[in-house]
């Protein structure tokens, strides 16, 4: 920096880097915890998972309850007497995602706050975590900011971050698994690149015998995102697709980080050199941290098939009879999930997700005149509509082209892995489409979708030699989106937070036929 001693500039390039992620992560949580715990309700699916996570704390398991419409109205400040029994409950989803809830659950109590609070948080950091993995992605602290704060102003985001489901658990701990494996592969580079043979001006060459023997070391980032992914699938499913699409990753990664070392056979050197400890610290780590979020039902006597293997013969009774028992339950609960066909009004397609084709309702009421702050004789809606910001969203579906153009052309590898994950956790949805799924679960491609968006917005003002006209017309676009994305999502602020606004005001909002 001009004017700065080496040692000063490189304190304000620390500053910088971690001072503009901060603001804008500050401003993230500002919105994801005012007035948190309203509505005083049981939002949608939180009637599920609100009740299995404080079951947890109780039982170390999910328990059974009775009908939970018949219960909730239980829930609201009476713990005392919830009716939950200790007999194990068969449930749908592994346990990670509930014990982060039952940690805000421990700390507020069973209370809409306190059973929100965990998901508000991670939401939160998830914005800090892109700005920063934006800003090594694109090694430039401004994008790295302008990244999250497309993904602090994004609807969908917003509204899954003030809501007990598990959904926006998954996209917190794949988000923390990219950041790490984006980690990992700078320190590998530039182990690699401190064993080549340096030229007599400083300069490192490429060499083939460093290249296609060099090892590049310990590799704590890449065991960091296995057991992010471990958790990432312990939460929900569809965790598994992102820990085998970044097991490919890491290893196109490595290959060309050998290719650039000088290795004359690439490939073959990331199979002797880097493949196994690759898998190692990915699959193996993941699987045993599935198993140890279990841990809580491995000690129970009654949680749901906990015995089943118990005295059981057969070909697998090597294996210790509770992991069998585990596999059992679910199988039961693979087969439950690929067979749910119950018909639901806000059900959709994958096709419509990126459109916003068909945002999902979490909760409706209509005070009457003169109640609840309605002040109009034609009555009023209240809603908490998980709708992503639609200007972001359709900038997306270009922007994903844009980043598909880009990867063909030039091979950006920055390109391959933002579309790589939005693959990964889009595409899989499409091997489903009778079964009822819903455009909520799209909240796991938001961090990708915000860097795509940032990636051709520092696209627009051309390249280094760009005339003056093109750059200023390129940086006057890009502003000019972004404050439009920023006003849309004001523009249905009431319609995430449950305002009471006139019922027209309502229908003004309502852009698609498909949104009512």
């Given amino acids: 920096m001009l004017g700065l001693s080496p040692a000063a500039a490189d304190r304000a390039a620390r500053w910088s880097g971690w001072g503009g992620p901060l603001l804008v992560t500050l401003l993230a949580g500002l919105l994801r915890f005012w007035r948190l715990g309203s509505p005083r309700a049981i939002v949608f699916d939180e009637t599920y998972y609100a ?13 059974s309850w009775p009908d939970r419409t018949v219960a909730d109205p239980q829930i609201l400040g009476r713990p005392q007497v919830i009716p939950l029994s200790d007999a194990g409950a068969f449930v749908a989803h592994p346990p990670t995602g509930k014990w982060v809830i039952a940690l805000g659950e421990w700390m507020f109590g069973l209370d809409p706050f306190g059973w929100r609070c965990m998901t508000a948080a991670l939401g939160t950091l998830s914005v800090l975590m892109l700005c920063r993995t934006g800003r090594r992605l694109f090694r430039s602290t401004l994008l790295g900011c ?19 489901l598990l959904d926006l658990v998954v996209m917190f701990f794949v988000l923390a698994a990219f950041g790490c494996l984006l980690v990992d592969r700078d320190h590998a580079r530039s182990r690699l690149a401190a064993r080549l043979p340096a030229d007599e001006d400083g300069r490192v060459r490429p060499d083939a015998s460093t290249g296609d023997r060099a090892g590049t070391g310990a590799r704590p980032w890449r065991i960091a995102a296995g057991v992010c992914l471990g958790l990432a699938a312990s939460t929900k499913w569809n965790g598994l697709y ?3 699409w970044f097991a490919v990753l890491t290893l196109l990664w490595d290959v060309g980080a050998r290719r650039v070392a000088g290795a004359r056979r690439p490939w073959r050197a990331v199979l002797r050199k880097d493949l196994g400890w690759s898998v ?15 841990t809580g039902w491995f000690r129970s006597d009654d949680g749901y098939g906990r015995h089943w293997a118990d005295g059981r013969g057969g070909t697998w009774s090597w294996i210790p009879a509770p992991l069998r028992s585990l ?13 749910l066909h119950t018909p639901h009004r806000y059900e959709s397609n994958p096709w419509s997700w990126l459109v916003l084709g068909r945002p999902v309702l979490f909760h409706y009421a209509s005070p009457r005149p003169g109640t609840d702050g309605c002040r109009t004789t034609a009555g009023c809606a209240q809603t908490i509509l998980a709708l992503g910001t639609p200007l972001l969203w359709w900038s997306a579906c270009c922007a994903l082209v844009y980043l598909l153009h880009r990867w063909a052309l030039r091979r950006d590898w920055r390109c391959g892995a933002v579309l790589g994950a939005v693959g990964a956790g889009y595409l899989p949805w499409f091997l489903y489409q009778d079964r009822t799924i819903f455009s909520f679960y799209a909240v796991v491609l938001v961090p990708y979708l915000c860097l795509a968006v940032t990636m051709t917005l520092a696209a627009l003002p051309g390249p280094p030699g760009a005339t003056r006209g093109r750059h ?45």
């Fill in 472 to 516: 200023a017309g390129g940086v006057v676009a890009a502003g000019v989106l972004v404050l439009l994305i920023a006003w849309n999502f004001i523009c249905f602020w009431p319609l995430y937070t449950a305002q009471t606004i006139p019922i027209d005001t309502w229908r003004s909002r309502m852009w698609l036929d498909t949104w009512v």
């Fill in 280 to 294: 190692l610290s990915l699959v193996p780590v993941a699987v045993v941290t599935y198993l140890a979020t279990w």
């Fill in 327 to 339: 596999w059992h339950y679910e199988y039961d609960v693979y087969r439950f999930n690929v067979g």
């Fill in 51 to 63: 009740k299995d996570a404080w079951s947890l704390l109780r039982l170390g398991y999910e328990g």
């Fill in 146 to 164: 302008l990244a999250g704060t497309l993904m602090a102003v994004d609807g969908l985001h917003f509204v899954m971050s003030r809501a007990a």
């Fill in 242 to 244: 992102f820990l085998a």
